[in-house]
């Protein structure tokens, strides 16, 4: 979907288009909170009669099951793109996120919110990292690094790594489907469950933090590689199972 699929006047041209394509996925990301408050409050009945699928038939039995008060928002893409941009004034009632998981930050979606005031973890994957990409006028790399630096001056915990041997779809379930083809397709070398199983723990991880604010695993280590370094295939400040599957670039206690 692109501009050329719109009948819009000259005024109307690709920053427009991204900036309204956001505000178009921020007013989703605030609807699904109302339905997930809503099911939470105990009016789940309602929710499953408004369903033109007739779906939901058990959400009344979802009443006081979801933790609204430390909700964690996660995108992947242009998702992690509206994802940042949801951070922005949160948490508040509207958007009531205290972190975010944030995988391959869009390139070409517009630009990335800075006002984060909550824990963050930024995912590149390897394909993400080793594309030299400007941004705005500068490295998208450099960008993100400093955006997650920010939120640590800021007195938040921020994480920025990269997941070595994978590519962008990496952390979907495409290269589970089509584990050979995609491989060929977009270059990526790691065994497929394990790159699912490296974002799977990583998130758990974070996730933990979020509860406890206690640093376990792979976010309990400091940082290894402060820009990405295509040649390096892990390091020896890392205990052995991470060696060969990530590169840490900012951390809570290097800000």
Partial sequence: FGLNDLDVDQSFGIPELKEAQLTFRQ???EETVRVLRTINDGDGATIFEMN???EGEHLASWTGQLDMTNVTI???SYGATGA???LK???CPERPFHGAIILDPGKSSGPLNHDVDVPVLVVHSNSWSRKHSIFFGQPHFNVVKDLVQKVNQRGKAGWFMTSLGTSHPSVTDAPLIEPTLL???TGSTINVIDGVRMYVNVTEEFMLYQ????RTGLLALDVTH???DETSNGTQKMPKCYQHFWQIHVAPDSA
Avoid: L, V
């Fill in 211 to 214: 509860k406890a604010h206690r």
């Fill in 226 to 228: 402060p820009d990405y």
């Fill in 183 to 185: 491989s060929w397709t």
């Fill in 89 to 91: 004034g949160a948490p």
């Fill in 84 to 86: 940042f941009r949801a």
């Fill in 27 to 29: 007013a989703e990301i």
């Fill in 74 to 76: 996660s995108g992947h």
């Fill in 52 to 54: 033109p699928r007739k």
